[in-house]
């Protein structure tokens, strides 16, 4: 192998890992500001907290994100990117039954694997979303009032018990997230320190007929 090759190969090989090293530094960064921001609040989080949370110092959190704004927006844009993937994609000819279970599935999926995130994105919201106006503006407003129209013709059509398609959205948010955001009211109710595997289980076993019979899917 020649020099000039060999030294191609080693440029690449450390261009790589610097590019490694900075998708790992910025994916603890974020998992670190996460939970800063759920027990603190974006008043009461500071960078040299995630930087300590992170055990990274606080150079290296203002070098990837800037500032506390730049980062706070980018874990919630990691929040809705992870929803928007987990979007149940359904037209007028889908199976009104398999949609719906799909969805709530996925909803409680989301909220037992991440609960921080419903949390953060909770507590956006009761603060009136300042950060997420933009978002629940159009792309949140869009794909509810997709979905909306498509059950309404569901209705129309005479398969699915349901004249109030939103109300059927918010419904599903609600309960899903509960499991989340009041994690733990739940865990406490449920007598354990913590969320087990069957939890989340028990909980689709409960929602999914539940919510199915109130739509007149048996």
């Not at 949609?99 to 909220?111: D, G, N, P, S």
């Not at 106006?133 to 509810?144: D, G, K, L, P, R």
């Not at 007598?191 to 109130?214: C, H, N, S």
Request: charged residues 25%.
């Amino acid at each position: 192998m020649t020099a000039v090759k060999q030294s191609s190969i080693d440029k690449n090989d450390n261009h790589r890992s610097q590019l490694d090293i900075r998708t790992q530094n910025q994916a603890i960064i974020l998992n670190a500001a996460e939970e800063e921001f759920v027990l603190q609040g974006y008043r009461g989080a500071t960078m040299q907290g995630i930087a300590d949370r992170a055990q990274l110092p606080k150079a290296n959190i203002h070098y990837y994100f800037k500032n506390k704004k730049n980062l706070y927006e980018k874990v919630l844009r990691a929040i809705i990117e992870e929803w928007n993937e987990g979007l149940v994609t359904m037209t007028v000819d889908s199976d009104p039954k398999s949609v719906i279970e799909t969805f709530i599935r996925i909803k409680l999926k989301q909220a037992f694997t991440n609960p921080n995130r419903h949390k953060l994105f909770a507590l956006e919201v009761i603060s009136g979303a300042p950060h997420l106006q933009s978002f629940m503006a159009t792309t949140m407003q869009e794909w509810a009032l997709d979905k909306v129209e498509v059950m309404k013709i569901w209705h129309e059509q005479g398969r699915i018990g349901i004249a109030d398609p939103l109300q059927l959205l918010i419904l599903i948010w609600a309960t899903t997230q509960r499991y989340a955001e009041f994690e733990t009211e739940i865990v406490g109710l449920l007598k354990k320190p913590a969320y087990e595997d069957q939890d989340e289980t028990r909980a689709a076993d409960f929602l999914v007929p539940f919510i199915l019979r109130g739509c007149g899917l048996e």
